[in-house]
């Protein structure tokens, strides 16, 4: 029965239909995080909102489990669905810049690449994470914090409008004078309340950028996370700044002789020339030993957005943990330097990303994003090429995030958690937020269709 179903349905669609067995299957269904490995029954790649209508459709007359994929980044998996429906963005990524406007029309299965290539031709960019393969869409949906979030905000601060499907098939706008309601829950509650199909973000003058890590050995860690502690709330918002924990990987570019050495980054971004980033990093850098390496330069803002591509390609095994962090205390820190030291490969990392400056500036209330009240967004990744090392990245993560996770501040940025971290965990992240999105969950979506994600569910 259901055959037939497919087999009519792939008469009108215009993207592509791959049925479990048919030719591109693997491809298809195979996600950035290769310790997740879920099988579809069947993936339909749009072409464009007509497409997203007839498979929603499709997908809740059938009774299929729908998992809506933009980029296939994320860290547990929640752009697939075993036996279900994968609703595919991937063919859809146009992107129309406005420069008068400074606006930019991105299509939901733009990876911020595609994003960054097409605004940086007209100087012009808006904030988001830094790998450049990311979907914008799920990057979005929960946030999205980056090197220009400090200045201009999260990537939701940024969201001007969203075209959606909704769970009944039906296409509506999501802007501050159409569903406005509707908008203030996708700016933070991820996928729960529909597919979208097309996001309209407001641009900033954002051409060239001083930027690259500086790394110093680890021996160095403790004073170098507390001169960053202290100088991070008073640098300048043009000035994206994390530091992290991790080792040197052993290939080119690095020098030999940094191999495997564990190390201490600060990772920067300044929207600005050579001589005010260097400016604003003095107060920082002047007080601190000098660096093993220092490759910050001068370069055009994709360059940066794409730096660690590389390093960071699909197909290996990730597992991390967050924590929302407001103060790091000298006990903290020492945590830290504990775990990261057990670190069981060369890839794993842990990162502090700052959220302060323009993210602060928007109230708890505005978007369903509430963590507004935090300094850092906290992400330990257990990262290794080989299947075989699974298990010890995963006990590493869990380890180290128990170990730190006292000085939270209670909730987590839902992009940064798996399926297993329990709804207790998401309504602390949404905090006050919580009753007003399961309310719009219920108006939007009352029977739950979309809940292959980090699930907010119906109020009853
Ligand atoms: C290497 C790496 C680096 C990262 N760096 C950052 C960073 O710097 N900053 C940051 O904020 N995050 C960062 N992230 C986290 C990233 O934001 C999440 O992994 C995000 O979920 C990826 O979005 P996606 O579209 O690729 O994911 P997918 O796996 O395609 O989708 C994830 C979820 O998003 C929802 N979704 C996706 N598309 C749509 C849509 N069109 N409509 C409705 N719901 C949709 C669905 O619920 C889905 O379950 C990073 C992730 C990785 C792997």
Not at 6 to 16: L, N, T
Request: hydrophobic share 40%.
């Amino acid at each position: 029965m259901r055959e037939d179903a497919i087999a009519k349905f792939k008469q009108s669609h215009r993207g592509i239909v791959i049925q479990r067995g048919e030719p591109g299957y693997e491809e298809a269904r195979t996600l950035f995080n290769a310790m997740i490995d879920k099988r579809p029954l069947v993936i339909m790649q749009c072409a464009n909102a007509a497409d997203v209508m007839a498979a929603v459709n499709f997908g809740r007359d059938n009774g299929l489990s729908i998992a809506i994929r933009g980029g296939g980044h994320n860290g547990p998996g929640l752009g697939s669905v075993d036996d279900g429906l994968v609703i595919d963005l991937c063919r859809m990524r146009g992107v129309r810049v406005d420069p008068a406007a400074r606006t930019a029309r991105v299509e939901a299965g733009c990876t911020q690449g595609d994003v960054d290539h097409a605004t940086h031709a007209f100087g012009l960019a808006t904030p988001a994470g830094i790998i450049s393969t990311t979907g914008i869409a799920g990057l979005t949906l929960s946030g999205g914090h980056g090197y220009l979030s400090r200045k201009y905000g999260l990537s939701i601060d940024n969201l001007l409008e969203a075209d959606v499907v909704l769970a009944d098939g039906s296409f509506v706008t999501a802007s501050k004078d159409q569903n406005s309601d509707l908008l203030w829950a996708l700016r933070g509650g991820g996928g729960n309340f529909g597919v979208v199909t097309s996001f309209l973000f407001k641009l900033h003058p954002v051409s060239m950028v001083y930027a690259g890590p500086i790394a110093w050995p680890q021996e160095h860690a403790r004073v170098i996370m507390q001169a960053y502690r202290d100088f991070l709330p008073k640098a300048p918002e043009e000035l994206g700044a994390f530091v992290g924990l991790k080792k040197v990987v052993s290939s080119a570019p690095f020098p030999q002789e940094f191999w495997g050495a564990r190390i201490c980054l600060l990772m920067s971004c300044y929207d600005g020339s050579e001589e005010a980033g260097k400016k604003a990093l003095a107060p920082l850098l002047d007080k601190l030993p000098p660096p093993a390496l220092n490759w910050m330069g001068t370069m055009p803002y994709p360059a940066v957005q794409s730096m660690f591509d590389g390093l960071y390609a699909k197909g290996m095994q990730w597992y991390w943990r967050g924590d929302f962090v407001k103060t790091l205390p000298d006990e903290a820190i020492e945590a830290h330097l504990e775990q990261a030291a057990k670190t069981p490969s060369e890839l794993s990392l842990m990162h502090l990303y700052p959220i302060d400056g323009a993210v602060h500036r928007v109230g708890k209330g505005d978007t369903a994003w509430n963590c507004r009240d935090a300094t850092w967004s906290m992400v330990i990744a257990g990262i290794d090429p080989s299947a075989k090392n699974a298990k010890a990245v995963t006990q590493w993560t869990k380890d180290y995030w128990e170990a730190v996770h006292p000085f939270d501040l209670g909730g987590a940025y839902p992009n940064f958690m798996m399926d297993d971290e329990g709804e207790a965990r998401l309504r602390a992240t949404y905090g006050e937020n919580y009753p007003r999105l399961s309310a719009l969950k219920k108006k939007y979506d009352p029977a739950n269709l979309f809940r292959v994600n980090q699930n907010i569910k119906p109020s009853v």
